[in-house]
Structures are given as C-alpha cells and as structure tokens.
C-alpha cells in the first residue's frame, strides 16, 4: 500500500522548478533523467498504533452456587468437549454453538438448542440418536454414555450450567474467581478469548471514516513483516475517567483481524502499526511527486519529453501518495515521458 504524503502543500512546494512561461527547450539541456507517464491505482493510507490481543472475550459465569473445586489455567486452550472448571468437582463443559445454554434438556423438549447440543454429542462421537430438534429417549441414552465418561450422575438430562456454548475453542484470559471460592448463579469464574490473534486501534472519532467494518488493512509486526487484515468491529467508546463533571473523552476502538496468524506464534501482548487507507484513486494517471513543475503563471505542469526536445504541458493534480501524484490534462496520456529535475 502507498505511503501517506502528509500536507500536500509542503509537497508541492519542494517539487519542481519555476520555467518562468518558458515551453520549448532541448532535451539535453534541462534533463537529468526522464521517466513514463503510468496509469494505476493510488492509495493514500494513514497509519495508527495498535495492541496485539485475542479475538471474542467473554465472561463465563456460574449457572449455580456450589464451590469451586478447579479451574483451567490462564491461556489454557479449551476444545469441545472439555472442562473449563468444576463447580462441586463436576465439570462445565464447553461446546461449540452461537445459541446460549438457557435451559435444562431432557426427554420430550424441542428446538434449536437441542439440534446443537445433539450436534455436539454426535461430533465427541456418541450415536445411536438422530440430529434434529427433538430430545428422545435415544438422545437421553447417548446422554447417560457421555455423563458416565465424565464421571457424573448417569440422568440422561443435561442440567443447565452443564455446559457453556461458544463460537470457537476458548482460551483463558483471566480467573476471575480462585478455587475452594463460594459462587452463586452468575458469579463470574473465568474470562476467555478466542484463539485468533487480533489488533485492537483507538482512533479519534474525527477519523471514523478510516475504519467502516470490512474495510482492508495492513498490519506492520514488531519485527518488519506485513500482514494484510481487515477491520471486523468498531465500536464507540466514551472515557468518562475524570469524573466530577469534567468533559468526557469519545473514541472509535477499532478491532483488526490478521490473515498471517503464522507470524503473530512467538508474540504476546506487542505493539503493532495498522495502516488503513485514507484516500484511493483507481486508473489514473500518475507521476513521481518530483516530476512536477512550478509554472511562472501559477499551477503546476511537466515536462514532456520527446526525442531531444522538450516542451512544457499544465497538469491538474490530484491525490498525492507513495511518491506519486495523479495527474491530467489536455493531451497527457499513458505512456508520455516526463523530466524528472534534479
């Protein structure tokens, strides 16, 4: 992506020579060097500080009371099928699914939440049941199957709190309670991530225009290495901190997703640059920035090249990026050559 130019005045005022109306010389006599006229695509980025984290944060509370008995360690990876803690010294069980755990399932139920949780089970390798929404004797038998592999009363019911759903594995951030601690219902117990690797950027909300949801990106490592990214959350956030009345601050929390999840293995908590684009022009004709001429008469022009003469041509310009600047005007095509002074 194209280096942003800030200022584009400043710019312009380092550019070029004054020809004073002059429009025809020799070639040889003014040339040091000479370059083509270039149609692509420019793009203006700016580039913001950002933190390396983990993606989807949740709080996993109890559904109720008891003690707590264990807990999985910080940055544990929980895969389906395993315990994240233990309430009483039986098992909180995480499952994948984007539908809350919201009730008990047992015998005659029926719903989304049932399809799910069967998904589950057939995916830890229990069968003898059909996944649909419908919780049957064959379901409940596979049930008592699972519970005796966990070491828990063989009911057949999956009571609520058995189990958490989440989207993807959960690695664990935070214990947010201690073992042999009483909890009640919705008490928390840990805070959890996904497993993907994300940066997190907080841009003033002036600038809000730079991060819609979607939009490319790229992420500049501690070490060098670029990886392409995408924005996928921005979220207002309002920092009332001073309190007493004072002004509150307002900013956008932008969060990046990183395609190379390869390069981020030896990283914890790092510093990242994200580079989002301010600005783009497609197909359009471009120069180097050092190209441009300062016309006597006001504006900007080139020089065109051809053969050993030369002669000056007024240019509009456009976004200046990475070192080049769009360009047009009556007679400039593709292909031209240009003076680059010294």
Do not use: H, N
């Given at each position: 992506m194209a280096v942003v130019l800030v200022g584009g005045t400043a710019a312009l005022a380092a550019v070029g020579l004054d020809w004073s109306g002059e429009t025809d010389k020799t070639a040889r006599d003014r040339v040091p060097a000479t370059t083509p006229v270039t149609r692509q695509t420019l793009v203006e980025t700016k580039s913001e500080s950002g933190e390396l984290g983990y993606d989807a944060p949740v709080t996993v509370s109890a559904r109720a009371a008891g003690t707590v008995t264990s807990m999985a360690g910080v940055g544990t990876v929980i895969q389906r099928g395993q315990a994240l803690f233990r309430i009483d010294d039986k098992p909180v069980i995480v499952l994948i699914g984007t539908l809350p755990a919201y009730r008990a399932l047992s015998s005659g139920i029926e719903g989304a939440d049932v399809k799910q949780f069967e998904t589950n089970l057939a995916a830890l390798g229990y069968d003898g049941f059909t996944v649909d929404e419908e919780?049957?004797?064959?379901?409940?038998?596979?049930?008592?199957?699972?519970?005796?592999?966990?070491?828990?009363?063989?009911?057949?019911?999956?009571?609520?709190?058995?189990?958490?759903?989440?989207?993807?594995?959960?690695?664990?951030?935070?214990?947010?309670?201690?073992?042999?601690?009483?909890?009640?219902?919705?008490?928390?117990?840990?805070?959890?991530t996904g497993t993907a690797r994300v940066a997190t950027v907080e841009l003033n909300i002036g600038d809000a225009r730079l991060a819609p949801v979607g939009a490319a990106v790229e992420v500049t490592l501690p070490n060098g290495k670029k990886s392409a990214g995408?924005?996928?959350?921005?979220?207002?956030?309002?920092?009332?901190?001073?309190?007493?009345?004072?002004?509150?601050?307002?900013?956008?929390?932008?969060?990046?997703?990183i395609d190379d999840q390869t390069a981020l293995a030896t990283l914890d908590r790092a510093a990242v640059t994200v580079a989002f684009t301010a600005s783009k022009r497609e197909n359009v004709l471009t120069i180097p920035v050092a190209a441009l001429l300062a016309l006597a008469e006001g504006g900007y022009g080139v020089e065109i090249v051809e053969g050993a003469s030369s002669r000056v041509m007024a240019?509009?310009?456009?976004?200046?990026?990475?070192?080049?600047?769009?360009?047009?005007?009556?007679?400039?095509?593709?292909?031209?050559?240009v003076g680059v002074p010294s």
């Open positions: 919780y049957t004797g064959s379901t409940a038998s596979a049930v008592r199957e699972w519970q005796e592999d966990l070491g828990i009363d063989e009911t057949g019911v999956v009571d609520l709190g058995r189990v958490v759903f989440a989207a993807a594995p959960l690695r664990v951030e935070t214990q947010s309670a201690s073992v042999g601690a009483a909890v009640q219902a919705s008490t928390a117990v840990l805070s959890c995408k924005v996928i959350a921005a979220e207002t956030v309002v920092d009332d901190s001073e309190g007493g009345g004072g002004d509150s601050e307002t900013t956008l929390e932008v969060t990046v997703s240019v509009e310009t456009g976004l200046f990026a990475g070192g080049r600047v769009e360009v047009s005007g009556d007679g400039l095509t593709e292909g031209m050559t």
